[in-house]
T-cell receptor, first 112, second 114 residues
């Protein structure tokens, strides 16, 4: 079955790096995603990685995928107060119409 | 490029009443999804359309929820009658097609059932 797990909360100082972790159970995942949700707003796609990749970098964001351990992480370099939000990890499978299965979200609080 | 549009943004109803939500996906996007996000949880898929056909509605409570996408563009999601546990944010998303890895979300409709 599908299950995506994330830690609930992360506190980080402005300027430091943040690392948000996620584990998933379905080895058939095609894509793995990171979405950001600010209060009262919809979900913003930050980045996604194809399941045959190990790493993807996009400006301040680095995604690492360990397919053997079914572990996905998102590193945010030089974290800013505007990065405070809830971050959702999600997986999808082409065979299942690419519907997204989300984790419960990690609330990131950036302290000045 | 305009994003996914949803209306209304907020709705408050009493239990046993009916409610409908509307979604306009990004132009040219064939696949449309409705998700339900209960407070403190990640979104969960309710229904997926490819053009005007249903691809997956296995998680849709069909005794009270219905959805349609008649012309393969806009979609409506209806709840009749509403229950207290239907209080949630209802998110619409679209993608170019069901093979595309990118889904784009609208701002959501926050439903409160009293």
């Amino acid at each position: 079955g599908e299950d995506v797990e994330q830690s609930l909360f992360l506190s980080v100082r402005e300027g430091d790096s943040s690392v948000i972790n996620c584990t998933y159970t379905d080895s058939s995942s095609t894509y793995l995603y990171w979405y950001k949700q600010e209060p009262g707003a919809g979900l913003q796609l930050l980045t996604y990685i194809f399941s045959n990749m190990d790493m993807k970098q996009d400006q301040r964001l680095t995604v690492l995928l360990n397919k053997k351990d079914k572990h996905l992480s998102l590193r945010i370099a030089d974290t800013q107060t505007g990065d405070s939000a809830i971050y959702f990890c999600a997986e999808s499978m082409k065979a299942a119409g690419n519907k997204l299965t989300f984790g419960g979200g990690t609330r990131v609080l950036v302290k000045p | 490029e305009a994003g996914v549009a949803q209306s209304p943004r907020y709705k408050i109803i009493e239990k046993r009443q009916s409610v409908a939500f509307w979604c306009n996906p990004i132009s040219g996007h064939a696949t449309l999804y409705w998700y339900q996000q209960i407070l403190g949880q990640g979104p969960k898929l309710l229904i997926q359309f490819q053009n005007n056909g249903v691809v997956d509605d296995s998680q849709l409570p069909k005794d009270r929820f219905s959805a349609e996408r008649l012309k393969g563009v806009d979609s409506t999601l209806k709840i009749q009658p509403a229950k207290l546990e239907d209080s949630a944010v209802y998110l619409c998303a679209s993608s170019l097609d069901f093979l595309s890895g990118e889904q784009f979300f609208g701002p959501g409709t926050r439903l409160t059932v009293l």
